[in-house]
T-cell receptor, first 111, second 116 residues
């Protein structure tokens, strides 16, 4: 069935370190891919998205490239800040029903 | 003002009580969703509605019911709450007419429910 697999957290980094959070998916059909972020005490908000193969989504210094051949959508940032500490969710949408989410990865950035 | 609001934000109740969680939106979207978030499990879909007359079960609908009172309102009920329904509940909306396959969902701030 449809599913999203994310690397388990927490991921703990020092400020200005490079971030990668891996995400792979199994989907029926041709999905659009999303990364959502959840800051402490808040709901989820869209971070970036990509709708077709080789598209790169980007926002706030974060990037992810839609890799159809490896069914992956890894999230990267070159230099993390303390303010990036949050839970990150990978998700996809095939046009049916609703988004399918991964289990989330908690990022902790230390000063 | 927030586009998607949820009430209450926090609720503590006892086993066997009936609970209603409410969601309102001012985005004008037809589609609304209820999700449950548990640590390590991500978000799981409880119910979704594509318009006022359309209600559908998600992957974990047992023990829950919903009511779509209007385009802007979508309520989730726990008829007889049990402790394993303790979780963070999110309402979301979307409008695929504007974005098609790329449509994103817009989330409320969540309701933290504790069942003792």
């Amino acid at each position: 069935g449809d599913s999203v697999t994310q690397m388990e957290g927490p991921v703990t980094l020092s400020e200005e370190a490079f971030l990668t959070i891996n995400c792979t998916y199994t989907a029926t059909g041709y999905p659009s891919l999303f990364w959502y972020v959840q800051y402490p005490g808040e709901g989820l908000q869209l971070l970036l998205k990509a709708t077709k193969a080789d598209d790169k989504g980007s926002n706030k210094g974060f990037e992810a490239t839609y890799r159809k051949e490896t069914t992956s959508f890894h999230l990267e940032k070159g230099s993390v800040q303390v303010s990036d500490s949050a839970v990150y969710f990978c998700a996809f949408y095939t046009g049916r029903r609703a988004l399918t989410f991964g289990s989330g990865t908690r990022l902790q950035v230390q000063p | 003002d927030a586009d998607v609001t949820q009430t209450p934000r926090n609720r503590i109740t006892k086993t066997g009580k009936r609970i209603m969680l409410e969601c309102s939106q001012t985005k004008g979207h037809d589609r609304m969703y209820w999700y449950r978030q548990d640590p390590g499990l991500g978000l799981r879909l409880i119910y979704y509605s594509f318009d006022v007359k359309d209600i559908n079960k998600g992957e974990i609908s047992d023990g829950y019911s919903v009511s779509r009172q209007a385009q802007a309102k979508f309520s989730l009920s726990l008829e007889s709450a049990i402790p394993n329904q303790t979780a963070l509940y999110f309402c979301a909306t979307s409008d695929p007419m504007t974005s098609g396959r790329a449509t994103e969902q817009f989330f409320g701030p969540g309701t933290r429910l504790t069942v003792l």
